[in-house]
């Protein structure tokens, strides 16, 4: 058996019983930077034996954890932060198990799109998620696909990035598209701020340095 086990996203306590009881009941984690889960662990004096598996090494490892789980072992697959699969190290393993005809099972947890988007305002009965847009290549092409889409959608992006994104969102989408940039989720800091792009532009444009970690909402086209 797999389980797929989301960790907080930045506040310690957003972690379920649950999986505190699988990390503690499996024989290996699979964190994607071990470090920073010997820390999470460590907190909830937990010591379960941990081994890496991240972007870099998942090719390499899969088979021989996929031999493993068929001989009955028992893992869990955690990444950084949030759920594994999720713009992190994951879906690969997770196929490779149906292949293998081991069965996994992905526990309810922590994500950034989740509250990001609930929290918005924005439409959220339909949605999609786009993660990270592409720094150079192909993201002028995703960007005029997402300023078509009829519904809300979902982007992950970085601090120093914020403000030309949010420029190229305005470009594509329209000055006055509403959006959301949701900051440091569940941390000391969180800031949640909807408005027109170009307000939301204007406003991370005076900030001295933009710090921590986004997610941008921003709603779907209107019809005409
Ligand atoms: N697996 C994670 C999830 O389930 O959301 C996402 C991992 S991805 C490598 C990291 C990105 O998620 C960050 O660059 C940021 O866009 C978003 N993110 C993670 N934690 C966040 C937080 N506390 N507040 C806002 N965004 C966050």
């Known amino acids: 058996m797999l389980y797929i086990v989301p960790t907080p996203i930045g506040n310690m306590e957003d972690i379920t019983l649950r999986a505190l009881r699988i990390l503690k009941e499996v024989q290996l984690v699979l964190?994607?930077?071990?470090?920073?889960?010997?820390?999470?662990?460590?907190?909830?004096?937990?010591?379960?034996?941990?081994?890496?598996?991240?972007?870099?090494?998942?090719?390499?490892?899969?088979?021989?954890?996929?031999?493993?789980?068929?001989?009955?072992?028992?893992?869990?697959?955690?990444?950084?932060?949030?759920?594994?699969?999720?713009?992190?190290?994951?879906?690969?393993?997770?196929?490779?198990?149906?292949e293998a005809g081991v069965q996994v099972s992905a526990l309810p947890g922590a994500t950034a799109f989740v509250p990001a988007l609930v929290a918005s305002g924005l439409p959220s009965d339909k949605f999609h998620f786009e993660g990270f847009l592409p720094h150079k290549k192909g993201r002028q092409t995703r960007l005029e696909y997402l300023a078509s889409l009829p519904n809300t959608f979902i982007l992950y992006e970085s601090p120093h990035r914020l403000v030309k994104c949010l420029g190229q969102l305005a470009l594509h989408c329209g000055e006055d598209r509403e959006a959301c940039v949701a900051r440091e989720l569940s941390k000391v800091y969180e800031e949640i701020r909807t408005a027109p792009l170009a307000e939301l532009q204007a406003h991370f444009e005076n900030q001295p340095k933009v710090k921590g970690e986004i997610v941008v909402v921003v709603s779907g086209k209107r019809k005409k």
């Open 31 to 98: 964190a994607e930077d071990t470090r920073m889960t010997k820390k999470l662990l460590s907190h909830y004096e937990i010591d379960t034996p941990l081994r890496s598996f991240h972007a870099h090494n998942e090719h390499q490892v899969t088979e021989n954890l996929i031999a493993q789980l068929s001989q009955g072992a028992q893992m869990a697959l955690v990444s950084d932060a949030g759920t594994p699969g999720i713009s992190d190290p994951g879906f690969l393993l997770a196929r490779a198990c149906h």
